[in-house]
């Protein structure tokens, strides 16, 4: 496999943290991502509002759980400690 890459530039999308992740046919996975917001009229607690909604493979979830744990062992070091050999 080729390290990742970016061919054409890709919009980072803020989120709070994953509020659901729904079983699809095929072996994938839903997983929807959230954003703490004020609501709308002002008005009331906070609300988790879905930002974004990423379809993967189920079988990707136990490597993305795993660097997400380093992540958050080690924040200044996420740029080298997610897979350095896949990033150019």
Not at 23 to 38: D, M
Not at 50 to 78: F, N, Y
Request: proline letters at 8%; glycine letters at 10%; one cysteine or more.
């Amino acid at each position: 496999m080729r390290g990742l890459c970016e061919p054409v530039p890709v919009a980072d999308v803020f989120v709070s943290g994953i509020g659901r992740i729904e079983k699809l046919g095929g072996g994938n996975v839903r997983v929807w991502l959230y954003v703490l917001q004020t609501p709308l009229d002002g008005d009331g607690p906070q609300e988790k509002q879905i930002t974004l909604k990423v379809i993967m493979s189920a079988s990707a979830l136990p490597d993305a759980v795993l660097m997400l744990a380093q992540a958050a062992k080690d924040p200044d070091g996420v740029a080298t400690a997610l897979a350095p050999d896949m990033v150019h």
